[in-house]
Protein backbone atom coordinates (compact mmCIF):
# COMPACT_ATOMS: atom_id res chain seq x y z
CA UNK A 1 0.00 0.00 0.00
CA UNK A 2 2.43 2.33 0.96
CA UNK A 3 4.46 1.68 -2.66
CA UNK A 4 1.27 2.45 -4.43
CA UNK A 5 0.81 6.00 -2.41
CA UNK A 6 4.61 6.44 -3.37
CA UNK A 7 4.09 5.50 -6.74
CA UNK A 8 0.74 8.18 -6.44
CA UNK A 9 2.35 10.98 -5.18
CA UNK A 10 5.76 11.01 -7.78
CA UNK A 11 3.01 10.51 -10.70
CA UNK A 12 1.18 13.54 -9.57
CA UNK A 13 4.66 15.53 -8.63
CA UNK A 14 5.78 15.15 -12.08
CA UNK A 15 2.93 16.01 -13.64
CA UNK A 16 2.81 19.23 -11.73
CA UNK A 17 6.05 20.35 -12.23
CA UNK A 18 5.68 19.70 -15.99
CA UNK A 19 2.74 22.19 -15.93
CA UNK A 20 4.95 24.55 -14.27
CA UNK A 21 7.78 24.30 -16.64
CA UNK A 22 5.20 24.62 -19.64
CA UNK A 23 3.48 27.43 -17.91
CA UNK A 24 6.95 29.27 -16.96
CA UNK A 25 8.19 29.25 -20.64
CA UNK A 26 4.53 30.05 -22.05
CA UNK A 27 4.74 33.64 -19.30
CA UNK A 28 8.65 34.05 -20.58
CA UNK A 29 7.58 34.09 -24.26
CA UNK A 30 4.78 35.97 -23.88
CA UNK A 31 7.20 38.49 -21.52
CA UNK A 32 9.58 38.81 -24.65
CA UNK A 33 7.08 39.54 -27.21
CA UNK A 34 5.54 41.97 -25.30
CA UNK A 35 8.93 44.13 -24.83
CA UNK A 36 9.42 44.07 -28.04
CA UNK A 37 6.19 45.88 -29.40
CA UNK A 38 5.06 49.33 -28.35
CA UNK A 39 2.10 50.08 -27.02
CA UNK A 40 0.17 53.12 -28.13
CA UNK A 41 -0.46 54.93 -24.97
CA UNK A 42 0.55 54.95 -21.32
CA UNK A 43 -2.82 53.29 -20.75
CA UNK A 44 -2.16 50.17 -22.45
CA UNK A 45 1.32 49.73 -20.85
CA UNK A 46 0.23 50.16 -17.50
CA UNK A 47 -2.97 47.30 -18.09
CA UNK A 48 0.07 45.03 -19.75
CA UNK A 49 2.96 45.73 -16.46
CA UNK A 50 -0.19 44.95 -14.41
CA UNK A 51 -1.04 41.63 -15.97
CA UNK A 52 2.96 40.24 -16.18
CA UNK A 53 2.61 41.07 -12.57
CA UNK A 54 -0.53 39.21 -12.02
CA UNK A 55 1.07 36.28 -14.28
CA UNK A 56 4.17 36.35 -11.71
CA UNK A 57 2.01 36.44 -9.01
CA UNK A 58 0.21 33.52 -10.17
CA UNK A 59 3.51 31.61 -10.98
CA UNK A 60 5.37 32.03 -7.77
CA UNK A 61 2.25 30.57 -5.88
CA UNK A 62 3.01 27.34 -8.20
CA UNK A 63 6.10 27.50 -7.30
CA UNK A 64 5.41 27.29 -3.80
CA UNK A 65 2.56 24.51 -4.00
CA UNK A 66 5.14 22.69 -6.35
CA UNK A 67 8.00 22.75 -2.77
CA UNK A 68 5.20 22.54 -0.31
CA UNK A 69 4.22 18.83 -2.05
CA UNK A 70 7.93 17.85 -2.30
CA UNK A 71 7.94 18.20 1.19
CA UNK A 72 4.84 16.42 2.14
CA UNK A 73 6.18 12.95 3.01
CA UNK A 74 5.54 9.69 0.62
CA UNK A 75 2.14 8.30 2.43
CA UNK A 76 0.24 11.46 1.69
CA UNK A 77 -3.13 10.10 0.89
CA UNK A 78 -4.50 9.89 -2.89
CA UNK A 79 -7.20 12.32 -2.06
CA UNK A 80 -5.09 15.00 -0.50
CA UNK A 81 -2.90 14.48 -3.91
CA UNK A 82 -6.15 15.16 -6.01
CA UNK A 83 -6.39 18.59 -4.25
CA UNK A 84 -3.66 19.93 -4.71
CA UNK A 85 -3.32 18.69 -8.46
CA UNK A 86 -7.17 20.55 -8.84
CA UNK A 87 -6.22 23.62 -7.30
CA UNK A 88 -2.97 23.71 -9.61
CA UNK A 89 -5.36 23.26 -12.82
CA UNK A 90 -7.63 26.34 -11.91
CA UNK A 91 -4.59 28.33 -11.58
CA UNK A 92 -2.95 27.26 -14.71
CA UNK A 93 -6.61 28.17 -16.14
CA UNK A 94 -6.96 31.70 -14.57
CA UNK A 95 -3.17 32.16 -16.56
CA UNK A 96 -4.00 30.86 -19.46
CA UNK A 97 -7.03 33.56 -19.60
CA UNK A 98 -4.41 36.74 -18.85
CA UNK A 99 -2.78 35.59 -21.33
CA UNK A 100 -5.56 35.52 -23.99
CA UNK A 101 -6.37 38.82 -22.58
CA UNK A 102 -3.18 40.02 -23.91
CA UNK A 103 -3.17 38.59 -26.86
CA UNK A 104 -6.58 40.12 -27.45
CA UNK A 105 -5.12 43.50 -26.38
CA UNK A 106 -2.59 43.08 -28.93
CA UNK A 107 -5.46 42.56 -31.84
CA UNK A 108 -7.00 45.77 -30.51
CA UNK A 109 -3.94 48.00 -31.06
CA UNK A 110 -3.55 46.48 -34.69
CA UNK A 111 -7.16 47.43 -35.39
CA UNK A 112 -6.58 51.13 -33.86
CA UNK A 113 -3.15 50.93 -36.57
CA UNK A 114 -5.76 50.03 -39.31
CA UNK A 115 -8.30 52.67 -38.45
CA UNK A 116 -6.11 55.25 -38.32
CA UNK A 117 -4.58 54.04 -41.93
CA UNK A 118 -8.18 54.48 -42.99
CA UNK A 119 -8.66 57.83 -41.60
CA UNK A 120 -4.95 59.40 -43.47
CA UNK A 121 -6.85 57.97 -46.79
CA UNK A 122 -10.08 58.94 -46.36
CA UNK A 123 -8.53 62.68 -45.49
CA UNK A 124 -6.33 62.41 -48.46
CA UNK A 125 -8.76 61.85 -50.95
CA UNK A 126 -11.25 64.19 -50.04
CA UNK A 127 -9.57 67.17 -51.59
CA UNK A 128 -9.05 64.97 -55.06
CA UNK A 129 -13.15 64.45 -54.97
CA UNK A 130 -13.49 68.72 -54.88
CA UNK A 131 -11.21 69.23 -57.40
CA UNK A 132 -13.03 66.72 -59.72
CA UNK A 133 -16.35 67.90 -58.92
CA UNK A 134 -14.88 71.63 -59.88
CA UNK A 135 -13.06 70.55 -62.75
CA UNK A 136 -16.74 68.91 -64.13
CA UNK A 137 -18.46 71.62 -63.77
CA UNK A 138 -16.84 74.47 -65.42
CA UNK A 139 -17.76 78.47 -65.07
CA UNK A 140 -19.92 79.08 -68.28
CA UNK A 141 -18.31 81.37 -71.19
CA UNK A 142 -19.91 85.04 -71.01
CA UNK A 143 -22.45 85.83 -73.74
CA UNK A 144 -20.95 88.68 -75.79
CA UNK A 145 -24.15 91.11 -74.90
CA UNK A 146 -26.47 91.99 -72.18
CA UNK A 147 -30.43 92.22 -73.05
CA UNK A 148 -31.40 96.08 -72.19
CA UNK A 149 -35.22 95.87 -73.23
CA UNK A 150 -38.21 94.60 -74.85
CA UNK A 151 -40.60 95.45 -76.81
CA UNK A 152 -43.25 95.23 -78.95
CA UNK A 153 -42.66 94.70 -82.59
CA UNK A 154 -45.32 93.95 -85.54
CA UNK A 155 -47.45 92.14 -82.96
CA UNK A 156 -44.40 90.24 -81.30
CA UNK A 157 -42.39 90.58 -78.41
CA UNK A 158 -38.88 91.12 -78.97
CA UNK A 159 -35.75 92.25 -77.27
CA UNK A 160 -33.19 94.94 -77.33
CA UNK A 161 -29.37 93.65 -77.14
CA UNK A 162 -26.20 95.71 -76.39
CA UNK A 163 -22.68 94.62 -76.08
CA UNK A 164 -22.01 93.38 -72.81
CA UNK A 165 -19.04 95.40 -71.80
CA UNK A 166 -18.49 99.21 -71.99
CA UNK A 167 -21.18 101.65 -72.24
CA UNK A 168 -22.86 101.53 -75.36
CA UNK A 169 -24.51 103.54 -78.14
CA UNK A 170 -27.98 103.71 -79.50
CA UNK A 171 -26.72 102.68 -83.35
CA UNK A 172 -25.36 98.96 -81.12
CA UNK A 173 -28.42 98.37 -80.15
CA UNK A 174 -30.30 95.20 -81.87
CA UNK A 175 -33.68 94.54 -81.81
CA UNK A 176 -34.27 90.39 -81.73
CA UNK A 177 -37.18 88.49 -82.51
CA UNK A 178 -37.29 84.99 -82.40
CA UNK A 179 -34.69 83.67 -85.05
CA UNK A 180 -32.94 86.49 -84.95
CA UNK A 181 -28.87 85.93 -83.91
CA UNK A 182 -26.81 88.18 -81.89
CA UNK A 183 -23.39 86.93 -82.85
CA UNK A 184 -23.64 83.36 -83.16
CA UNK A 185 -25.73 83.64 -80.40
CA UNK A 186 -29.65 82.91 -81.92
CA UNK A 187 -32.68 83.78 -80.07
CA UNK A 188 -35.08 80.94 -79.77
CA UNK A 189 -38.04 82.03 -77.54
CA UNK A 190 -39.01 84.98 -75.19
CA UNK A 191 -40.48 82.77 -72.52
CA UNK A 192 -42.07 85.34 -69.92
CA UNK A 193 -39.11 87.98 -68.59
CA UNK A 194 -36.52 85.22 -69.48
CA UNK A 195 -34.98 85.20 -73.42
CA UNK A 196 -33.75 81.75 -74.61
CA UNK A 197 -30.82 81.76 -76.60
CA UNK A 198 -28.55 79.31 -78.40
CA UNK A 199 -25.04 78.71 -79.75
CA UNK A 200 -24.74 74.93 -81.39
CA UNK A 201 -25.75 72.72 -78.46
CA UNK A 202 -25.35 75.53 -75.84
CA UNK A 203 -28.20 77.20 -74.73
CA UNK A 204 -28.37 80.26 -72.27
CA UNK A 205 -31.48 81.82 -70.72
CA UNK A 206 -31.08 85.54 -69.76
CA UNK A 207 -33.65 87.39 -68.05
CA UNK A 208 -34.99 90.14 -69.51
CA UNK A 209 -34.76 93.44 -67.52
Given at each position: M?N?S???????????V?????L?L?????????N?????N???R?????????????????????????????????????D?????????????Q?????????????????????????????????????????????????I???E????????????????????????????????????????????????????R?????
Open positions: NVQSSWRATAAVVQSLLWWISLSVFAVLHQTMNLADERVDSSMQRLETQIARLTETTKALQQRPAAATAAGLQIRQALDARIAHIETLFGLAAMDDLQALRAEVEQIKTRQASAKPRSQNKSTAAKPEPTPLPFRVGALRAGQRSVAAAPSSGNFTADQVQVLLPGDAFGSWRLQAIDGNTAVFQDGEKTRVAIP
